[in-house]
């Protein structure tokens, strides 16, 4: 698998560190199940969904740069890796991503509660995923 280096930096992550972005990612999906207000349940799930990512690309040894849409970047590649097998649900995570910046650069958007508990279904799928994946590989 290639990791494009205009995107992405070599870096050995130690294993606490991962388990760290997954802790982080738990918490985030943590605060979203416990809310009731759909646009905190949006902001912590789609948190806990890029610290998901994030922690499997840090598995394979990389970090992502914070370049403009890096965020789609983290994504599609956390999708790549594990062989787009799961390609509805990371699907569904660029429209939140989209939403999401709507949201914050046009102006706003209103997120309903059915979102919400969509976006709380697939933070935890996502969440278990890499879980399992990085559990497995060490």
Not at 49 to 66: N, Q, R
Not at 110 to 124: G, R, Y
Request: proline residues 1%; contains cysteine.
């Amino acid at each position: 698998m290639k990791f494009e280096e205009k995107h992405f930096k070599r870096f050995d992550f130690t294993n606490k560190e991962i388990r760290l972005f997954l802790e982080n990612s738990r918490r985030d999906l943590d605060i979203a199940k416990n809310n009731k207000t759909p646009e905190v349940i949006f902001r912590f799930g789609y948190d806990s969904i890029l610290k998901s990512c994030i922690a499997l690309i840090a598995f394979c040894g990389f970090k992502a740069k914070s370049v403009p849409g890096h965020h789609i970047i983290i994504i599609s590649k956390a999708s790549e890796i594990l062989n787009h097998e799961y390609a509805e649900i990371f699907y569904f995570c660029n429209n939140i991503r989209r939403k999401r910046n709507f949201d914050l650069y046009a102006g706003g958007s209103f997120f309903s509660v059915q979102e919400a508990k969509n976006l709380i279904e697939i933070s935890e799928k996502i969440y278990t995923i890499v879980k399992n994946y990085v559990q497995k590989g060490r």
